[in-house]
């Protein structure tokens, strides 16, 4: 996977007697968050109160340039708000933030949502109907219509601290990361069976005793670590050896810095 040569970087979280770690652009994180999202809340100017934004909760597909598609209805009140002005964003947040949502990731698509184009709606069925099979007992109902958000600004935010705007160039030009379909059971197993490995990770590459480690996110660059230690709970980055494009590459490389660890 290319990176987004924009955009910056979210904070490494890393030691300050280490250096800066890389990690994916805030475009790639937007793209990423965007991708492995189904439901956002989708923000429209509405007709009844001038002015006022109406929220919604709205499933989505993607496009092959990842602007949301809708599928809605025109009883729909935000329907008929877009119809009348289309300008409106998108919030979509990272799932499971049980722990704290405020700290979790979200990423907030500002752009107008227009109806889709005659020729494209067989692709943009095709698509939505892929992310939300359900919509097949309503897809064809007199009523409903395949709209599209063209994208006009991106705002990215990775938890506290760390947020900033991406242009729709930079969005446009990203892809999500290709280890976003496999992070949740790569942290499961890194978690359930392979504690000790990560104490000895911070050790070696952060710098940092620590009691216990919890890996709280994964990238193709790295991973994000919290650990427990005797002056209380922080966050660190650790960067891979290499960069990983798949589960596999991702044991190996976890397998060979342990081994480097266990050798320092």
Do not use: C
Not at 68 to 92: C, E, Y
């Amino acid at each position: 996977m290319s990176s987004s040569t924009g955009g910056k970087h979210a904070g490494s979280g890393a030691a300050s007697n280490q250096p800066a770690v890389a990690e994916p652009t805030f475009a790639e994180r937007a793209r990423t968050l965007v991708y492995m999202g189904r439901v956002g809340s989708l923000s429209t100017l509405s007709r009844k109160q001038h002015g006022f934004p109406f929220g919604s909760v709205m499933p989505y597909g993607l496009d092959d340039r990842a602007n949301p598609v809708f599928l809605i209805s025109t009883m729909a009140m935000h329907t008929q708000n877009v119809q009348a002005d289309p300008r409106s964003s998108l919030l979509v947040t990272q799932p499971d933030t049980a722990g704290d949502p405020l700290g979790a990731s979200r990423v907030t698509l500002l752009g107008n949502i227009l109806p889709v184009p005659v020729p494209e709606v067989a692709e943009a069925r095709k698509l939505y109907l892929a992310r939300h099979a359900n919509s097949k007992y309503w897809v064809d109902f007199d009523d409903f219509s395949f709209y599209r958000m063209e994208v006009v600004d991106v705002y990215y935010v990775g938890g506290f601290g760390v947020m900033g705007w991406v242009s729709a160039t930079e969005y446009y030009s990203a892809y999500p990361d290709p280890l976003a379909e496999s992070a949740t059971e790569i942290l499961q197993h890194m978690n359930t069976d392979h504690k000790d490995a990560l104490i000895l990770l911070a050790q070696a590459f952060a710098g940092i005793e620590s009691q216990e480690v919890v890996m709280t996110s994964v990238d193709r660059l790295g991973f994000h670590v919290r650990l427990k230690t005797q002056d209380g709970t922080r966050g660190v980055r650790i960067a891979f050896l290499r960069e990983v494009s798949s589960p596999a590459e991702t044991r190996k490389v976890l397998v060979e810095m342990v081994g480097q660890a266990r050798r320092m």
